[in-house]
């Protein structure tokens, strides 16, 4: 069941969004405020946030900054101006949602995150000039020709193809593809990478290589 974490110091607005979630199949969580937010998302790994910008402790920006994960963030907020959207965007928000709402058009909101990150069943296909990823069936194509790839080397293509140009630490890559008990070390992601980039063949310089940093996709979906 798709996990959504909501973060809001006021009650009323947690409840009536997660009867909203729940009526669609969610499973949903619940923060009171950004320190416990950050806590829930560590122990609970959820698939989707709801992160209101002024809570107690942490700020959702300050939530949104120090996940390890890549997941869809919805930041949920009274402000509005344009610079404050911004700073939500370059943080990796997906959306950006200003109080008053609709509790009917935010989830609309999270079915469209959802499906655009592969979490929600759809087409979903990513074409790329060499390369072309369908999560549904979990195939790869290189120049129409067919390329395995284990559940784990899949799982980290998808992911870095579904941010593109985006800097993945190592520390970013295992927390999202092995998870936070993961008991190996940093050189799984490089040598994941060499058979990844070794498979893909024609479209394995879509992995770059960022010195002293991590790893990035670099092709834009056609």
């Not at 806590?39 to 949104?64: R, Y």
């Not at 109080?99 to 979490?119: Q, Y």
């Not at 296909?125 to 120049?143: H, N, S, Y």
Request: hydrophobic share 45%; no cysteine; glycine share 8%.
């Amino acid at each position: 069941m798709i996990k959504i974490l909501i973060a809001d110091d006021q009650r009323d607005i947690r409840e009536i969004v997660g009867w909203y979630l729940a009526r669609e199949g969610f499973q949903v969580l619940e923060a009171a405020d950004g320190d416990q937010a950050l806590e829930m998302e560590t122990l609970h790994t959820p698939d989707l946030l709801i992160l209101d910008v002024m809570m107690p402790g942490l700020s959702g920006w300050e939530v949104a900054k120090a996940m390890a994960r890549i997941v869809p963030v919805i930041f949920l907020t009274a402000l509005g101006q344009e610079h404050e959207k911004l700073t939500g965007f370059n943080l990796g928000a997906d959306d950006y949602v200003t109080k008053p709402f609709s509790p009917k058009e935010l989830v609309a909101r999270v079915l469209v995150a959802l499906r655009r990150t592969g979490k929600l069943a759809s087409s979903g296909v990513m074409r790329f000039p060499e390369l072309t990823i369908e999560p549904g069936a979990q195939t790869i194509t290189v120049r129409g020709e067919a390329v395995e790839l284990s559940a784990k080397e899949f799982a980290l293509l998808h992911l870095m193809a579904r941010y593109p140009r985006t800097i993945f630490t190592r520390e970013k890559l295992v927390a999202n593809i092995w998870g936070y008990d993961f008991e190996g070390d940093d050189r799984t992601v490089d040598t994941t990478i060499k058979r990844v980039r070794h498979k893909l063949g024609a479209a394995g310089h879509y992995i770059v290589t960022v010195r002293g940093k991590g790893y990035k996709f670099e092709a834009e979906p056609e």
